[in-house]
């Protein structure tokens, strides 16, 4: 398994501002990922955070409103740019270690509420 | 665009009560994992089932995946207050390894 850590774990930030996200694994992983929760309910794919190269999108966000670095195998961090009250949200990173079946692995969340 | 269907949404019982918990989809999954999630964690994986027609067990939690690999269970017997969660299942897409198309969740609560 892996133990995967986020800062902040919560925050309470203006409109207009933006909010950077951090994720620290303790071990090298293949795959890292953004998703955003609300409190109660499913989870949704932000992008998928690629060491070395841009991170991939999945519809409806985009690199402007949401970028994302990973600078190397044990590390990302989400921004989310220009807020608004629509995006408080829980924030998770997860991993996927790659080898055998598929399996991933959550950090705690981060909880995000705009003012 | 790969959907599942998970039911019921609200799973209220009492202690030592059975439950099952459903997640149907109408596309084929390479794999499919059940977490669950406790408030102010994040979501913590159970189980993933690989084979059609597999049938796991952990405890008295089982799962099992359909033959046809498009859908799956969770089955609990003699609930705890303990199991309360948010239970959520995730399946994995043949061209997409690593990519989660989740279900929207069961929130079970178990009463003493």
């Known amino acids: 398994s892996a133990v995967i850590s986020q800062k902040p774990s919560r925050d309470i930030c203006q409109r207009g501002t933006s909010l950077t996200i951090q994720c620290q694994v303790d071990s090298q992983v293949t795959m890292m990922f953004w998703y955003r929760q609300q409190p109660g309910q499913s989870l949704t794919l932000i992008a998928t955070?690629?060491?070395?190269?841009?991170?991939?999108?999945e519809s409806g966000f985009v690199i402007d409103k949401f970028p994302i670095s990973r600078p190397n195998l044990t590390f990302s961090t989400l921004t989310v740019s220009n807020m608004s009250p629509e995006d408080s949200s829980i924030y998770l990173c997860s991993v996927e270690p790659g080898e055998g079946v598929s399996k991933q692995f959550f950090g705690p969340g981060t909880r995000l509420t705009v003012l | 665009t790969q959907l599942l269907e998970q039911s019921p949404q609200f799973l209220s019982i009492q202690e030592g009560e059975n439950l099952t918990v459903y997640c149907n989809s109408s596309s084929v999954f390479s794999s499919l994992q059940w977490y669950r999630q406790e408030p102010g964690e994040g979501p913590v994986l159970l189980v993933t089932v690989v084979t059609g027609g597999e049938v796991k067990k952990l405890k008295r939690l089982t799962f099992q995946f359909g033959d046809a690999r498009k859908d799956s269970s969770l089955h609990i017997t003699a609930a705890q207050p303990g199991d309360t969660g948010l239970y959520l299942c995730a399946g994995v897409g043949w061209t997409s390894y690593g990519k989660l198309t989740f279900g929207q969740g069961t929130i079970l609560t178990v009463h003493p």
């Open positions: 955070a690629n060491q070395g190269s841009e991170a991939t999108y």
